[in-house]
């Protein structure tokens, strides 16, 4: 994945320091010696006298970037930030030869604006020299004048709500609902996007799901009060984006306590939305909601029950972000080298295939090379043909397991999941050298009912994780009813194996730093997963208090004892409730954490919604390091990230978990419901009116995680789109010395 790390916006007083700093980066970073040479020569003609300039001068900051691709320096980039006229300007891209001619150097500048961008620069200028200057035009630059060195300037801008540039039509509209389990009123009612192509047609977001719903307000008892929006309106100023609606019931009805309000939304970048206070009819912005005009649609190819709201443009860079965000990434292109040097098999099977996507995020695959005519002790040039290797996990790939989850374990990988097939009386494990082989591998009870009296029914959401030197599975039990579910750990005795059962301790019930339980009577706990950051262990689990009312389930987050898991170090506290009609649909349910580590950041997955066809995946994430007893540190996305609409006949995916397989890829286990289109007769049929969906029970599926070109995390990329059927086979020639 191709990233850009800040190394120091800073100005030294003393520039020998800064000069200083500058070596010691480019010896950090430069490690292969042709690349370090490259890069030094660049750095002695160019950098050092440039940085000494503006040092000198203290003029403006000047920031020095490394592009990192797959953890290899290839290239660095110089930029400064001019405050007073809001420019920026990239002094030097240098990129190793052979990753330009990859492509590579149009997502560096990319992310380079990016950065400026965020400094607050609305045009970013250069003054290429005269080989480079194809490229930039490629890259949206144009000609602008004279640079200070004498040379001509090119500059493109940045297209933003209050500034020039090109742009594009966005939709907004609201939905008309579908059966109840399918599309249900309180998710039809709420903002949906489109954008709007140059031939008319129109590409719905998100699956044709809504990206902005109104928020549930809690009662005097804790309750929550769920709402839905109607009649939105789009519109922008110096302040960012707003979004204004009428609040209703999610029934359709008035909503009589906002009599005389709007609802209001806020957001800088058309994917991320805060509801402010409700505004009042009488402020200046809810005139100008009134007196908002009806959308012309004529023309348009309007999405599938759409109820058009509004026509609003946006900058051309912010609809390739909800492009990016809201659609799901198609593979391209599959590329190797033209040539490769090997000695041995060994050597050819390190060779990695880099896979394209369609919003310019790239993945490295194994190829399965078709090598047996090379002969290893002879020298000479060797045409190849490979296919790039693809697991297929056909749907479902358990049935009747929920809540799945592989975790991998002194070289093997254990599956592991609810058994619905016995109603929940049972925990089996499953063990194989592969991802794969788990789909067949033997599966055998380490937990029942049978067992501990204080476990005596309903074994749910087992999770494997490995702590310090010990392997725990965490799981929910109760002696009896489901009203006294509550969460428990049990550990692997030392040297003992996974599929014994007798090498497991008796599971522990999670209780607090004084000994007492997590939860009392009035509810339950269940789903606890765990999470490092920093040297700190975090507990996350779901929630529910039953008395004196039914609050619903929400997410509580504690620090944890590493030594025993079982045992908490903080107060429990709430980290999120179910307040978006995706997370409210048919219950007042989140539940099912899971957390993965990418980029810097902690993102935490959980299910919402009630365990049938509504269920759905949304995600909360936070930096590594900051303090995650702090929910204002958690940054939650506006809508799920995996739906009943993301993937074709899987109906309620959720209660998810990852895997990081040995080629360093992310895998999403989950469970949803098979389903198909039936009549009333029971037929099987899709293109019958009045037919209906049969929903099968829950089972357990496995899907690669892509992410994307902002490393944000895509769950519904399915194996035709992760891997494009006409591009599966490469070739190169290997070269036997």
Not at 312 to 328: G, N, Q, S, W, Y
Not at 424 to 443: C, K, P, V, W, Y
Not at 525 to 539: I, K
Request: net charge negative; with cysteine; charged share 20%.
């Amino acid at each position: 994945m191709l990233r850009l790390t800040p190394f120091g916006l800073t100005w030294p007083e003393d520039w020998k320091l800064f000069c200083r700093l500058m070596e010691a980066y480019l010896q950090e970073v430069c490690t292969p010696e042709d690349c370090r040479r490259e890069i030094a020569e660049l750095h002695d003609a160019q950098l050092t006298a440039g940085l000494i300039r503006q040092s000198l001068r203290k003029q403006n900051p000047y920031c020095v970037t490394k592009i990192l691709l797959d953890d290899r320096c290839i290239g660095l980039i110089t930029y400064d930030y001019r405050e007073a006229s809001r420019q920026g300007f990239v002094n030097n891209l240098f990129i190793l030869p052979e990753m330009r001619r990859q492509g590579h150097g149009s997502g560096a500048l990319t992310l380079a604006q990016r950065h400026l961008r965020q400094l607050g620069a609305h045009a970013v200028s250069l003054a290429p020299e005269t080989d480079a200057i194809p490229f930039y035009l490629h890259n949206g630059f144009a000609p602008d004048g004279i640079s200070e060195r004498g040379v001509p300037r090119y500059t493109r801008l940045f297209a933003s709500p209050n500034k020039g540039g090109s742009s594009m039509k966005l939709l907004y509209y609201t939905r008309h609902p579908l059966e109840d389990t399918i599309y249900a009123p309180r998710l039809a009612d709420s903002l949906h996007l489109a954008l709007i192509e140059q031939d008319g047609s129109c590409t719905p977001l998100l699956h044709n799901s809504g990206i902005v719903y109104a928020r549930a307000v809690p009662g005097p008892d804790g309750v929550l009060h769920p709402y839905s929006l109607a009649q939105p309106w789009m519109t922008h100023d110096e302040n960012g984006w707003h979004v204004l609606a009428r609040r209703i019931e999610v029934d359709g009805s008035p909503d009589v306590t906002s009599d005389g309000h709007l609802l209001h939304f806020t957001s800088t970048d058309l994917i991320h939305y805060t509801e402010q206070p409700l505004l009042p009819d009488t402020a200046p912005l809810a005139a100008a909601y009134t007196a908002r005009s009806t959308a012309d649609t004529d023309g348009l190819d309007l999405p599938e029950g759409c109820i058009p709201c509004g026509i609003i443009d946006v900058p051309e860079d912010a609809a390739a972000r909800l492009r990016c965000r809201f659609t799901t990434p198609v593979n391209v292109a599959n590329d190797v080298p033209a040539e490769v040097e090997a000695a041995s098999p060994a050597d050819l099977a390190a060779l990695r295939a880099v896979a394209r996507y369609s919003d310019g995020s790239t993945v490295q695959k194994r190829v399965d090379w078709c090598a047996d005519h090379i002969d290893w002790s002879k020298p000479g040039r060797y045409p190849i043909e490979g296919r790039i290797h693809q697991d297929r996990y056909e749907f479902p790939m358990a049935q009747h397991k929920a809540d799945p989850a592989i975790c991998r374990w002194n070289g093997k990988y254990y599956f592991i999941s609810t058994n619905d097939l016995d109603n929940n009386h049972t925990i089996f494990i499953r063990e194989s050298d592969t991802i794969s082989g788990l789909a067949t591998a033997q599966q055998v009870c380490i937990l029942d009912t049978t067992m501990y009296p204080h476990l005596g029914n309903l074994l749910w959401a087992p999770e494997l994780h490995i702590i310090g030197d010990r392997l725990y599975c965490f799981h929910a039990g109760t002696p009896g009813p489901f009203v006294q579910e509550q969460s428990h750990v049990m550990v692997l005795r030392k040297g003992g194996h996974p599929l014994k059962a007798a090498d497991w301790e008796m599971s522990r019930r999670v209780c607090k730093a004084d000994g007492s339980p997590i939860y009392d009577e009035r509810g339950i706990t269940l789903d606890m997963t765990v999470f490092w950051s920093g040297s700190r262990l975090y507990a996350v689990w779901s929630q529910r208090q039953f008395q004196p009312v039914d609050q619903g389930a929400w997410l509580f987050i504690a620090e944890t004892d590493p030594e025993n898991p079982w045992q908490l170090k903080t107060e429990p506290q709430v980290l999120t409730v179910p307040e978006y009609g995706w997370e409210n649909n048919h219950t007042f349910v989140v539940e099912g954490p899971f957390a993965l580590y990418r980029g810097g950041k902690i993102l935490l997955t959980y299910s919402g919604a009630l365990v049938d066809a509504t269920y759905t995946v949304g995600l909360m994430s936070i930096d590594d390091g900051a303090d995650p007893l702090d929910p204002a540190n958690w940054t939650k996305e506006n809508c799920p990230l995996l739906s009943s609409r993301s993937v074709p006949g899987e109906y309620g995916p959720g209660h998810n978990a990852y895997v990081t397989d040995e080629d360093g890829l992310v895998w999403n286990t989950y469970h949803a419901r098979p389903g198909i289109q039936a009549t009333q007769q029971g037929s099987s049929s899709a293109a019958l009116p009045g037919s209906k969906i049969l929903f099968g029970a829950r089972s357990s599926g496995i899907r690669r995680v892509h992410f994307n070109v902002e490393d944000f995390p895509i769950l519904d990329m399915t194996e035709e789109l992760d891997l494009k059927p006409e591009l599966t086979w490469v070739q190169t020639v290997v070269i036997v010395k």
